[in-house]
């Protein structure tokens, strides 16, 4: 008997992915960014990495933990024996606890905006994400949370709570954009977000973009190939993962078509930074009726998809503690949580003008480069070295065994030859020249 936890229906398991992609990627951080790098333009470029580099990659991710059921680190050790393959599935793991580290800050600014929207009162953005014990608080609730759904165990705990929550966030955001649609100026909003003006597009944008699309997928450190380790046999991988990118990707959509509308009825600038849904969206809901209801839902079910993510971004570091370092899943639940807490409290107190000094480096705070550095920088070195292991390194008979490249018969499927190209040239010649790029801007990386 498979010992290894499981999700018990492949439907599940494909919905938990679904809530690991989406979450504050696609209503926090994809608004905040577009607005940042002009909009359209670099809508564009987005779209073009999710659809180019993220499906096939997801796809890569997905079928390696399919194969090897195993976490990250055992997946390379078990597929290339004696080779120091492995690291990439501990460096996954390290990056996870840094995107926690940010991630949950924001969580907690949703669970406190969620529930001060019950209150009938929200905060002022700047001055509560700049305080110090309620941002701590907020912070160390969204752990909590995490921590005992992560405890229930994956079927339990996961995927009962994305069986029901995540089609809730989904209805919730068509409702919305229907009413930010409706606001006076919404025309302005949707030309800025559709109507591309390509000189804005510089190196700079183009490993944004890039950064953003991986970031919101999930793809190449590992959080995927760990779920894809817990789908049954009779998972259905290559539908799978055009289900997510497209699901997230619409979903991400979605909040632009909400946010900015808003934030030309409302006259918030589009490029307010980390703050931008949190601006914005009060401002929404306040001009309706029953606002607050309004807003106490949105943030509600933001908050849900925020943990649904988060937990997989636990999940993978307490999976590895579990199976290569053989701890309890109990202490191991508790390890990756209190790192990823301590970090969060870094990041957290970066924001309040008593520590910032002290955590900044080189004119960012810690916040802003742990959000970078994953996003722009470790997701995309780690998907390129994946697709070189997936490309260059694997045994294609793997891939065809298990049914991913190939039919039970033995013929190839429609995309099996234009998965393994896109493995061996196009992700990683496309991630290099990304790169290349926004090294030519020199700054081009961090902006
Ligand atoms: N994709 C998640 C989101 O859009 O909110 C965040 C995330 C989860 C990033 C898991 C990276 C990851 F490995």
Known sequence: MNE??????????????????????????????????????????????????????LLGELALGYVSHKNPTGTYRSLAPGTKWHYLGYAGAVCMVLVVAFYSVVGGWTLCYAASSLMGNVPDFVEFSSGVWAPL????????VNAVILLGGVA?????????????????????????LLLPNAVEGLRFLFKPDFSKIDGSVVVSAMGQSFFSISVGIGCLLTYGSYLPRSAKIGKSALAIALLDTGIALLAGIIIFPACFAYGVQPDAGPGLAFITLPNVFLQMSGGMIWCFCFFLLLAVAAVTSSLSLLETPTAILQEEFGMGRRRAVIVASCLGWVLSVLCAMSFSPQWSEQLSFGGMIVFDIFDKLTANIIMPCSSFLMAVFIGWKLDKKVFADYGITHRADGTTKWYGSLFIMAMRFVAPLCIFLIFLSGLGLLDGFLK
């Open 156 to 180: 339990k705990g996961i995927e009962r709570a994305s069986n029901f929550l995540m089609p809730l966030l989904f209805l919730m955001l068509v409702v919305l954009c229907v009413r930010s």
């Open 137 to 144: 608080a907020w912070m160390t609730l969204f752990f909590v």
């Open 4 to 57: 290894r936890a499981v999700f018990v229906t492949r439907f599940g398991g494909v919905l938990a992915a679904v809530g690991s992609a989406v979450g504050l990627g696609n209503v926090w951080r994809f608004p905040y960014e577009t607005g940042a790098h002009g909009g359209a333009a670099f809508l564009l470029v987005y779209l073009s990495c999710a659809l180019l580099l993220g499906v096939p990659l």
